[in-house]
């Protein structure tokens, strides 16, 4: 298969709220370009892009699948990405590999949560947007209601291009020919001269030849190019309808798709950078090779995929690549075009392709592959923000013979997933599996057990906390053992004092002795049983910040101080200082944002309050609310679970982290009274 030119591929991904229909789009597109004979459906199992054994057991897409398909002598290769809130930064890390984020919305159930998340990821990328509202043909739908919504959250820049016909039967094309045909609402005519009059804004030559001429005057090639800039320039975002269930709509949805969407030659270019600069891909077969890796699967047959946007120069067959600062080149040995699950290897990827290679370890997620030509100062690609994991679960293997197989798993199920993380929490002794939600953790579980015959015992995590102090202090310690032959002997005088919130690193050490009182070579040994203290807690057995200590005064033997005196001094007298500081634990806080339908912010802020939240602020769009607020982390555990069942399914949030506060009184005196300190035999 021959490599196409830059100027006729077309790059998008379908986005949106779970349930909107992206799939069973997908399907629908693949069955009209003549790609496949017969339509799969989601609830059957079998379409194209949800091929993965827990996509059909939970019915959605819980990753992205690539497809292609030939148009108009185009080629479009599209993603179809998961919509759920817990998978969602798989669908933004799709976002580096297109020129067009088309944001699906289900007819019926309008504007929700997840929709509003991703049309704001995709302007603030500076990625042109497209909406499709799908299932127009459903009964309860009110075309002409969501058409003004989202006109009215989205901007008056969200313009159809075209329009459903009375029936719901088809569409009718309203940019490209002045039609008169009766529509289900508003009017051809109108539509015609109102995206007209928003594309010519962009171009001052057409405006005048629109103003003094008309439209029927406009060079058909002038208004594509301006159709495109307005894109990039978001002064302009289509909205098209369309019914996967019945095809209205997808002839036209291919026409738009083929010719009057981006090109990558056409499309905003990504944000590389070269030893700190802004560098300029070109998307050319000649120029030195830079692709993006946005996205990393294992297949059972082929192995590790690593899935890639080229976006300068050419990957094939038998050649060799660097991966980011990597010193050693990679053997590209398979190169291969994708359609859902099937792998058809092909020669080469061209400028401003989508393909995959296998089998090569070193690839991982947000790489970039390029010939080496600066190897000391490789491209790489600004990172875009996903959202963060904070949904965590304290795991152990139930079996400890797993654990080698265990981490084998996980950096394989990490390098999928960017928003999995397994972490080692110092401050409670815990291991941590976070993710973005319940489910998707549940998912990660099964396919620990299903995959890998890897079992864990779960539990609810234990809250971080972080001790410090709020008084200055002083502390004092003397340590003097005698058995039989050479003794120990170190003592120590030391004052305390708090830190401001914002020191970087939440501890200062400094000595203040004078006249020899402690030889400076036990100096470190002090500090570093101090450091123990900071490392295991005083009180509760947390770490320790926001702590200074100054060493003042002390007693040394010429004979019997050693440096295991002196830290076993240092931490005592640090430990009697803490306790007289006024101790406190420090609770971690995170902001949260819900979305949730506007008839439901009375519970949700209710809930919110119950867990011990403040509400910051309180925005209401259109039918819908937005309620941002800061709440302890400890009591977002189970939110998930608890917003879904206040909201029936329809809301959605955020967490990240803020700051630490102090937790109240009677969270610290239960916490406290459980911590058993550990017994010195000094």
Same mark, same amino acid.
Do not use: W
């Given at each position: 298969?021959?490599?196409?030119?830059?100027?006729?591929?077309?790059?998008?991904?379908?986005?949106?709220? @779970?349930?909107?229909?992206?799939?069973?789009?997908?399907?629908?597109?693949?069955?009209?370009?003549?790609?496949?004979?017969?339509?799969?459906?989601?609830?059957?199992?079998?379409?194209?892009?949800?091929?993965?054994?827990?996509?059909?057991?939970?019915?959605?897409?819980?990753?992205?699948?690539?497809?292609?398909?030939?148009?108009?002598?185009?080629?479009?290769?599209?993603?179809?990405?998961?919509?759920?809130?817990?998978?969602?930064?798989?669908?933004?890390?799709?976002?580096?590999?297109?020129?067009?984020?088309?944001?699906?919305?289900?007819?019926?159930?309008?504007?929700?949560?997840?929709?509003?998340?991703?049309?704001?990821?995709?302007?603030?990328?500076?990625?042109?947007?497209?909406?499709?509202?799908?299932?127009?043909?459903?009964?309860?739908?009110?075309?002409?209601?969501?058409?003004?919504?989202?006109?009215?959250?989205?901007?008056?820049?969200?313009?159809?291009?075209?329009?459903?016909?009375?029936?719901?039967?088809?569409?009718?094309?309203?940019?490209?020919?002045?039609?008169?045909?009766? @529509?289900?609402?508003?009017?051809?005519?109108?539509?015609?001269?109102?995206?007209?009059?928003?594309?010519?804004?962009?171009?001052?030559?057409?405006?005048?030849?629109?103003?003094?001429?008309?439209?029927?005057?406009?060079?058909?090639?002038?208004?594509?190019?301006?159709?495109?800039?307005?894109?990039?320039?978001?002064?302009?975002?289509?909205?098209?309808?369309?019914?996967?269930?019945?095809?209205?709509?997808?002839?036209?949805?291919?026409?738009?798709?083929?010719?009057?969407?981006?090109?990558?030659?056409?499309?905003?270019?990504?944000?590389?950078?070269?030893?700190?600069?802004?560098?300029?891909?070109?998307?050319?077969?000649?120029?030195?090779?830079?692709?993006?890796?946005?996205?990393?699967?294992?297949?059972?047959?082929?192995?590790?995929?690593?899935?890639?946007?080229?976006?300068?120069?050419?990957?094939?067959?038998?050649?060799?690549?660097?991966?980011?600062?990597?010193?050693?080149?990679?053997?590209?040995?398979?190169?291969?075009?994708?359609?859902?699950?099937?792998?058809?290897?092909?020669?080469?990827?061209?400028?401003?392709?989508?393909?995959?290679?296998?089998?090569?370890?070193?690839?991982?997620?947000?790489?970039?592959?390029?010939?080496?030509?600066?190897?000391?100062?490789?491209?790489?690609?600004?990172?875009?923000?996903?959202?963060?994991?904070?949904?965590?679960?304290?795991?152990?293997?139930?079996?400890?013979?797993?654990?080698?197989?265990?981490?084998?798993?996980?950096?394989?199920?990490?390098?999928?997933?960017?928003?999995?993380?397994?972490?080692?929490?110092?401050?409670?002794?815990?291991?941590?599996?976070?993710?973005?939600?319940?489910?998707?953790?549940?998912?990660?579980?099964?396919?620990?057990?299903?995959?890998?015959?890897?079992?864990?015992?779960?539990?609810?995590?234990?809250?971080?906390?972080?001790?410090?102090?709020?008084?200055?202090?002083?502390?004092?310690?003397?340590?003097?053992?005698?058995?039989?032959?050479?003794?120990?002997?170190?003592?120590?005088?030391?004052?305390?004092?708090?830190?401001?919130?914002?020191?970087?690193?939440?501890?200062?050490?400094?000595?203040?002795?004078?006249?020899?009182?402690?030889?400076?070579?036990?100096?470190?040994?002090?500090?570093?049983?101090?450091?123990?203290?900071?490392?295991?807690?005083?009180?509760?057995?947390?770490?320790?910040?926001?702590?200074?200590?100054?060493?003042?005064?002390?007693?040394?033997?010429?004979?019997?101080?050693?440096?295991?005196?002196?830290?076993?001094?240092?931490?005592?007298?640090?430990?009697?200082?803490?306790?007289?500081?006024?101790?406190?634990?420090?609770?971690?806080?995170?902001?949260?944002?819900?979305?949730?339908?506007?008839?439901?912010?009375?519970?949700?802020?209710?809930?919110?309050?119950?867990?011990?939240?403040?509400?910051?602020?309180?925005?209401?769009?259109?039918?819908?609310?937005?309620?941002?607020?800061?709440?302890?982390?400890?009591?977002?555990?189970?939110?998930?679970?608890?917003?879904?069942?206040?909201?029936?399914?329809?809301?959605?949030?955020?967490?990240?982290?803020?700051?630490?506060?102090?937790?109240?009184?009677?969270?610290?005196?239960?916490?406290?009274?459980?911590?058993?300190?550990?017994?010195?035999?000094?």
């Amino acid at each position: 298969m021959a490599v196409p030119k830059p100027e006729l591929i077309r790059n998008l991904c379908f986005c949106g709220q @779970t349930g909107s229909g992206k799939t069973t789009l997908c399907e629908r597109l693949l069955f009209a370009a003549g790609e496949i004979s017969r339509l799969g459906t989601v609830e059957e199992g079998n379409t194209v892009s949800d091929f993965a054994a827990e996509e059909h057991r939970y019915q959605h897409s819980l990753a992205p699948s690539i497809v292609h398909f030939d148009h108009e002598h185009h080629r479009v290769n599209l993603i179809d990405t998961p919509g759920m809130s817990d998978f969602i930064g798989h669908a933004i890390a799709c976002f580096p590999a297109v020129e067009t984020v088309v944001i699906v919305i289900d007819a019926v159930k309008g504007i929700e949560s997840e929709t509003r998340r991703l049309m704001k990821v995709a302007t603030d990328r500076n990625l042109p947007r497209m909406i499709l509202i799908n299932k127009i043909d459903a009964q309860e739908a009110d075309l002409e209601k969501l058409t003004k919504q989202i006109r009215s959250v989205f901007g008056n820049v969200c313009l159809p291009i075209n329009l459903p016909t009375p029936d719901l039967s088809g569409v009718v094309e309203v940019f490209e020919t002045d039609a008169h045909d009766v @529509t289900a609402f508003s009017s051809a005519e109108a539509a015609h001269t109102q995206i007209v009059e928003q594309v010519v804004e962009v171009d001052e030559q057409l405006t005048e030849t629109y103003l003094d001429a008309g439209a029927d005057q406009l060079d058909p090639n002038r208004l594509h190019d301006a159709f495109e800039c307005a894109l990039r320039e978001g002064h302009l975002v289509p909205i098209v309808y369309a019914s996967a269930k019945t095809g209205a709509g997808i002839e036209h949805l291919l026409h738009v798709t083929a010719s009057l969407l981006p090109s990558p030659l056409e499309g905003n270019p990504r944000p590389f950078v070269q030893g700190g600069q802004p560098l300029k891909t070109e998307f050319d077969a000649s120029k030195p090779t830079i692709a993006h890796v946005f996205q990393v699967a294992t297949d059972k047959h082929v192995g590790k995929l690593g899935i890639f946007r080229v976006h300068q120069g050419i990957v094939r067959q038998k050649s060799e690549l660097f991966i980011d600062d990597g010193r050693k080149p990679l053997r590209i040995s398979h190169v291969m075009r994708l359609q859902g699950k099937e792998h058809k290897e092909t020669e080469a990827i061209g400028p401003g392709e989508i393909g995959a290679i296998s089998k090569i370890d070193e690839i991982h997620f947000d790489g970039v592959l390029h010939d080496g030509a600066t190897p000391e100062d490789p491209p790489l690609l600004l990172p875009l923000e996903l959202p963060k994991p904070m949904y965590g679960l304290a795991v152990e293997l139930k079996s400890h013979a797993d654990e080698a197989k265990f981490s084998a798993a996980m950096h394989k199920l990490q390098d999928e997933d960017p928003c999995l993380v397994l972490e080692r929490v110092a401050a409670t002794k815990q291991t941590v599996l976070r993710g973005l939600g319940e489910l998707h953790l549940r998912i990660t579980l099964e396919k620990l057990s299903n995959q890998y015959g890897i079992d864990l015992e779960t539990s609810e995590p234990k809250v971080a906390y972080k001790e410090t102090i709020t008084l200055p202090a002083e502390g004092h310690y003397r340590h003097k053992k005698q058995t039989g032959g050479a003794g120990q002997f170190g003592e120590v005088y030391l004052r305390v004092a708090p830190l401001p919130e914002d020191h970087p690193t939440g501890f200062e050490f400094e000595n203040k002795t004078v006249g020899g009182s402690i030889p400076k070579q036990f100096m470190s040994s002090i500090e570093k049983g101090i450091r123990q203290v900071l490392d295991d807690g005083a009180v509760a057995g947390y770490p320790m910040t926001g702590v200074r200590v100054e060493v003042y005064d002390g007693k040394h033997h010429e004979v019997d101080s050693k440096e295991i005196a002196f830290m076993t001094a240092g931490r005592k007298a640090f430990i009697d200082a803490v306790l007289k500081a006024k101790p406190v634990l420090l609770e971690p806080y995170a902001n949260v944002e819900v979305h949730v339908p506007g008839q439901y912010l009375g519970d949700v802020t209710s809930d919110l309050s119950v867990r011990r939240a403040r509400v910051t602020d309180t925005q209401m769009q259109e039918d819908s609310c937005v309620i941002k607020a800061i709440a302890p982390l400890s009591e977002l555990q189970a939110y998930s679970n608890q917003l879904k069942s206040i909201a029936g399914g329809a809301g959605a949030f955020s967490v990240e982290h803020s700051h630490e506060e102090p937790a109240p009184p009677n969270i610290q005196e239960e916490v406290i009274a459980t911590y058993r300190p550990r017994q010195d035999d000094d």
